[in-house]
Each structure stands twice: as structure tokens, then as C-alpha cells.
């Protein structure tokens, strides 16, 4: 009789399951206007990268470590090719040189592989990334129009992170809101190094600053995963120094749609072409800009170890 009772109410909870996802996806047709064309275009293109992932691919150089693979390019024609036959008249700014429609009302700005050098090394932290730009007409190239979409689709998980204008952010479907940390000090924390260069960007300071201050510190290769988990609350925040706006249009949205803060170093609005992103839960982000400040200042910092101090 017991296992009956388990039998039944297992059937009961797959069934309400079933039932709340059908009404989401009956909701999500109905009251959202870019996502869901979107999503199953970001799903197309991780199904096929994760083929590539799984057979492996021939690795080339932008630049001296800039890794490039054959898989960046053919899932951005991919992206490119249904972009253009689900939004006609939709421009598109991709990051392997994809520049079309430049002068349209919408943009996408599509990253097909944000995590490269994860992929190429095998190292499975990785997604696609589209985020929709709506432009006044008339307005000047340099400045920013409002985010009104964002896709981020990690493949390697299942997980797709969708948000659209005063919609909410959600994963999977379900409703997600940035972390509830009040402080650095209980606070984990992300950031990424260019692949390139990288002795001549100054992130090793904030990194080793926030690294003591914060409960502990992530650099996992991939920009728009890193401001998707800010979003969902898995991170308290994020920051990075020069990104693209292929990098971070999507990741924006999710975290300003999920209750959190995007701001430069400075706390100042963000522009998609900026030097600087701070993205955080927005409880910490007045913090943060202080911190970022006396890093700036080169005040109350603990000074770098010298390997010379731990010879024996």
C-alpha cells in the first residue's frame, strides 16, 4: 500500500511538473517577443559546437595566443543564416567579423564561441551569446541603444539564460534573481585576463586586492557565463577590462533583468564600447566602486609577495 501511495504521488508531481512547464511555454510564446526564436537558434548553434568539441578541431592564432578554431566561424554563419531568415531587416555585429545591417532599429550582437581557449584545451566552460540592441533612428553610432533581448546557451550543461525588457530573467525557463550577499567579505567573486598582452593589463592588482577581501575568487575563461551566473546568483560579481560588446550585450540584460547592477569601475552608466565592466548582484556594487577606487589610488593595498620571501 505504501508504494502505491509513493507510485501515485510521483505520477501527481511529474504531471503538476509537466503542467507549470507547458503553461510557461504556452506564456513565453504569448508575452515574449525575441526570446523564443532566439533560444532555439543559440540551441542549433551549441548542438553543433558541441559536435565540433567532440571530435575535436584545428586551432589557429588571431594573434600571438588569440586562439581562433574553425568552430568560431562556422556556427557564426550558422547564427548568421538564421538570424536573417527568422528577423529580416535585424542587423548583426558578430565577433569573427560578421558586420551586416549595421544601420537597422535592431542589432544582435552575436558571439558563437565565448570561451575559446576552454574549447580548444577541451576544458568544457563554454557558450553561444546573443544580445538585442533596439536603435532610435537617428542616433549616432556612438552611442548605445537599449538591450531589449539576451541568449546565453551553455551547451556543455544544458543551461539557456533568456531575458527580454521588464520581462525577468530566467534559466531554464524558471525565474532567476541576483545573489542576496551583502558585503565583499561573504561574496564570490569573477573576472577574466585577456589571452593576449596580458602583462600589459593591470587586472593582476585587483585580482590579488579582491582575492584577499573576498570569500574566494573564479576565472573560468567566459565572459558571458561569468555575467549569467552574477545573474542567477551562483557569482556575486563580475569585472573585466576591455571586452567587446559581443561579450557582454547579453550578459548585461540578464543581470540588470535579474535585479542586479552593471556600471564601469567607477559606477558610472556602462557603454557596450567600454574599457571597463563592473556587474554585480547591486548590494555590493557601492563597495566595489570603492574598493576599484583605492585600487586606482594605490591606497589601503596590500603590497604583491615577492618570490624572494619564500626561497628556502
Not at 195 to 215: D, G, Q, T, V
Not at 263 to 272: C, E, I
Amino acid at each position: 500500500m505504501r508504494e502505491f501511495f509513493m507510485v501515485f504521488i510521483h505520477i501527481q508531481i511529474n504531471r503538476l511538473l509537466r503542467s507549470r512547464h507547458s503553461r510557461y511555454n504556452r506564456s513565453m510564446s504569448t508575452d515574449l517577443i525575441w526570446v523564443p526564436q532566439a533560444a532555439a537558434i543559440a540551441r542549433e548553434a551549441g548542438a553543433r559546437l558541441m559536435d565540433f568539441f567532440r571530435a575535436g578541431v584545428t586551432t589557429e592564432y588571431k594573434g600571438e595566443v588569440d586562439i581562433v578554431t574553425i568552430a568560431d566561424r562556422t556556427v557564426e554563419a550558422l547564427i548568421l543564416e538564421r538570424l536573417m531568415q527568422t528577423f529580416p531587416g535585424h542587423g548583426i555585429y558578430g565577433e569573427e567579423g560578421t558586420r551586416q545591417g549595421m544601420e537597422s532599429e535592431f542589432r544582435w550582437y552575436v558571439d558563437p564561441l565565448d570561451g575559446t581557449t576552454n574549447f580548444a584545451h577541451g576544458f568544457p566552460h563554454f557558450c553561444v551569446s546573443m544580445g538585442l540592441e533596439k536603435r532610435a533612428p537617428g542616433l549616432a553610432p556612438e552611442k548605445d541603444g537599449v538591450l531589449v533581448a539576451a541568449v546565453i546557451y551553455d551547451p556543455t550543461r544544458d543551461e539557456l539564460f533568456t531575458a527580454e525588457l521588464n520581462r525577468g530573467a530566467r534559466l531554464n525557463g524558471r525565474a532567476i534573481q541576483a545573489s542576496a550577499a551583502a558585503n565583499i567579505g561573504e561574496s564570490l567573486l569573477s573576472t577574466g585576463f585577456p589571452s593576449r598582452k596580458r602583462h600589459a593589463n593591470p587586472n593582476i592588482h585587483f585580482y590579488h586586492e579582491l582575492s584577499l577581501r573576498s570569500h574566494g575568487l573564479r576565472r573560468a575563461g567566459s565572459a558571458a557565463l561569468d555575467l549569467a551566473y552574477v545573474a542567477c546568483g551562483r557569482m556575486d560579481a563580475f569585472w573585466e577590462f576591455n571586452l567587446n560588446p559581443w561579450d557582454t550585450a547579453a550578459g548585461i540584460l540578464l543581470v540588470e533583468e535579474a535585479g542586479g547592477s552593471v556600471t564601469d569601475f567607477s559606477g558610472h552608466h556602462f557603454r557596450l564600447k567600454s574599457d571597463e565592466i563592473l556587474a554585480s548582484n547591486g548590494r555590493i556594487h557601492a563597495e566595489l566602486v570603492t574598493v576599484f577606487g583605492q585600487i586606482f589610488a594605490g591606497t589601503n593595498l596590500d603590497p604583491l609577495p615577492n618570490p624572494k620571501d619564500y626561497v628556502r
